[in-house]
């Protein structure tokens, strides 16, 4: 078995590079492989609406069934590649087929990481990337009454939100000072954390988890200081290790993910690498070699690896964006944060509708809007060409951003 163009991982990006692809009328034979057994579908519902029962499975597909078989696209999925050859240009699935490619795209996202302490493999503590993982939670949730989240990032405040719905006693543990500490400012922290508490939900901050108890299953969690909190679930939400340590092995650079450059190629011959694994130089993080996580990310890599395989001129340099929604609320987020050396409120968080805005030596770098669709989309130009701006006119609401924007 041989294809023109291998793609490792039917998720966001593995599924939009088949996409783009076709798109652009590449003729060669390509397959999507895949270790999940399901048709590749939209990652963030798992711990938002369908998590919460308000969608099917069916409307997370990314295309309905017959959209792979039009396209010629061949659909490995349920297999696991454990090995790659860079010199043979051949993969090796777990169960020991091997496959060849003329080009291999690398789109294998990440694993959730684990709790390392005593009692992390309890039945009834899950994790939350896949959607047999979504499943699994939501077939024990009748049988719970409270649940402990570990980890304040988005997914863990996702899935509290949607518990707490559901009536759950949630206790979010934290271990840093406030929730979303990596990837937000001190003033949106304080807002979700105000807005969790609001819901019922009582998030600890500083919270160190010692270990897990229960003897098969869960039954509640000890915090270093001795405190025992009851449960019958856990969720940790930590992060994700990059699913890249085949190419690793196969000698490609990297370590947090897998190098690549603007194109996206790895170090290794006619092997590409995007999305969550895919550690770039990014212009919004100062050219800093960073791995984002989000379907912007993989979704805009893959065009541009499709495009760099049809002969195109294409260079990785958008915008990253990403959302979260908790409650009644929709956190737009555009440009990249980190780095920032002042932070600017505009509007009020009382009204639950407000933007928060990044700057860096008085440039905009990013900016945080909760409903304020409008901030959102008007903000994105003054990232973009990098405007100074007067700090009192970005914190005056009755100014427009874009009026800023000029
Ligand atoms: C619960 C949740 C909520 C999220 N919410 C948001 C959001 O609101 N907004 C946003 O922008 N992003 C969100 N994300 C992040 C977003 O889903 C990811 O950034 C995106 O899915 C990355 O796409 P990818 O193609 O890199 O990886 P994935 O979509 O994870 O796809 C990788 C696929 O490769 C498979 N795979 C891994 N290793 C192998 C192997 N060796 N062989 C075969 N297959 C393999 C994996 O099982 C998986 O199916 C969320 C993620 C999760 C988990």
């Known amino acids: 078995m041989r294809y023109d163009v291998l793609i490792v991982g039917a998720g966001h990006g593995g599924a939009q590079a088949a996409i783009a692809l076709r798109q652009n009328k590449y003729e060669g034979t390509i ?62 699935t777990g169960t020991g087929e091997t496959i060849g490619y003329g080009t291999l795209i690398w789109a294998t996202g990440g694993r959730p990481r684990r709790l390392g302490c005593a009692g992390a493999e309890l039945e009834g503590v899950h994790t939350v990337r896949t959607r047999e993982d979504s499943d699994k939670m939501a077939a024990e949730l009748p049988g719970v009454e409270t649940v402990v989240v570990v980890g304040g990032g988005y997914i863990g405040l996702e899935a509290a939100a949607v518990l707490s719905k559901f009536g759950k006693k949630v206790i979010v543990l934290e271990a840093l000072d406030r929730v979303l500490a990596r990837v937000a400012g001190e003033p949106l922290s304080r807002f979700f954390e105000a807005e969790h508490r609001a819901h019922g939900v009582d998030i600890r901050l500083g919270a160190q988890v010692e270990c897990l108890l229960g003897q098969a299953h869960v039954t509640g969690v000890r915090l270093a200081g001795g405190e025992v909190i009851p449960c019958q679930m856990v969720v940790v939400g930590i992060g994700i290790t990059p699913a890249v340590e085949q190419l690793l092995a196969a000698g490609a650079e990297g370590g947090n993910g897998v190098d690549v450059d603007a194109q996206c190629r790895t170090s290794l011959p006619h092997v590409f690498a995007i999305g969550d694994c895919a550690r770039h130089a990014n212009g919004y993080a100062g050219g800093d070699a960073i791995r984002l996580e989000s379907v912007q990310n993989a979704n805009d890599q893959a065009n541009v690896v499709a495009r760099t395989i049809l002969g195109q001129q294409a260079a990785y340099d958008a915008i990253p964006w990403f959302w979260s929604n908790q409650y009644d609320l929709r956190l737009q987020t555009v440009g990249i944060s980190a780095g920032h050396d002042q932070t600017v409120v505009r509007g009020d968080p009382a009204t639950r509708s407000f933007s928060v805005i990044y700057l860096r030596d008085g440039r905009v770098i990013a900016l945080d809007c909760v409903n304020m669709t409008r901030d959102y989309a008007q903000g994105r130009k003054l990232i973009t060409e990098g405007i100074h701006v007067d700090p009192a006119r970005l914190a005056d609401p009755s100014v427009s951003l874009k009026e800023l924007a000029g």
Do not use: M, N
């Open 31 to 92: 397959a999507l492989l895949g270790d999940e057994p399901d048709l590749p579908y939209e990652r963030p519902p798992l711990s938002k609406d369908y998590l919460a029962g308000e969608k099917p499975f069916e409307r997370l597909l990314i295309r309905p069934p017959a959209f792979w078989e039009e396209r010629e696209v061949a659909l490995l999925l349920g297999r696991h590649v454990a090995s790659v050859d860079a010199e043979a240009q051949t993969v090796t």
